[in-house]
C-alpha cells in the first residue's frame, strides 16, 4: 500500500519507494515585452507559482501562489497548457524519481507591488526583459512558460525543455 505524503510516496510494510508526484500551477505574465519571474532562495529564477494544495483547484492555486510569491494580485486570463516531466532519480533532489506536473496559466496583474514572500523561498520578484531571461540561471519552468505563450499550441504541449547550462530543474 502506498500512502501520499506531502507528494511523496512513503513505504508502507516493506513496499518500495516509488518515487514522488507534484501538481503544481504556474503564472506566466508578460507585459510590455518583459516577464514577471520570481527569485527563489536557491538562486534560480523561476516563475511564479508552485503546488497545488489537496483539494485545490489549480485555477486558484496560481492567483494564491501569485500573491504570496509576489505581493501582488492577479486574473487568469487563459490555460496556456500542461507540461509533465520526469526528473530521474540521479538527477532529483530526494535521491529518487519524481514526476511534475505543471499547469501553466497566462495571468494579468491587476495591482500590488512587488515585495520577498514573507517567511517564504521567493527573495524577490522583478520584471524582466524577455531577451535577458537567457542569460539567467534559471528553471525549465520559465522557459517552458515562454515557450506556450509565444506558441500557443493547441494541444497546450510544447516538446521538452533540455536542461543543462543555465537551465535548472
Known amino acids: ?17 516509488r518515487g514522488s508526484f507534484r501538481l503544481a500551477a504556474y503564472a506566466v505574465c508578460i507585459e510590455d515585452g518583459r516577464v514577471l ?15 497545488v494544495e489537496h483539494a485545490e483547484d489549480p485555477f486558484d492555486a496560481v492567483i494564491r501562489e ?20 520526469v526528473i530521474p532519480a540521479a538527477a532529483a533532489r530526494a535521491g529518487v524519481e519524481h514526476q511534475n506536473v505543471g499547469v501553466f ?9 512587488l515585495r520577498p514572500e514573507p517567511n517564504g523561498d521567493t527573495v524577490e520578484s522583478v520584471w524582466t526583459p524577455i531577451p535577458e531571461v537567457a542569460r539567467l540561471r534559471r528553471s525549465s519552468l520559465v522557459d517552458i512558460g515562454l515557450a506556450l505563450a509565444r506558441t500557443l499550441p493547441a494541444t497546450g504541449h510544447v516538446d521538452p525543455v533540455p536542461v543543462g547550462g543555465l537551465i535548472q530543474y
Do not use: F
Request: glycine fraction near 14%.
Open 1 to 17: 500500500m502506498n500512502h501520499e505524503t506531502d507528494g511523496a510516496t512513503e513505504v508502507i510494510t516493506g513496499e518500495l519507494k
Open 37 to 51: 519571474l520570481a527569485h527563489h532562495s536557491s538562486n534560480n529564477w523561476t516563475l511564479p507559482g508552485g503546488g
Open 66 to 85: 501569485v500573491a504570496e510569491e509576489t505581493g501582488c494580485e492577479a486574473v487568469v486570463e487563459r490555460l496556456l497548457g500542461v507540461d509533465s516531466r
Open 105 to 113: 496559466y497566462q495571468v494579468r496583474i491587476l495591482g500590488g507591488r
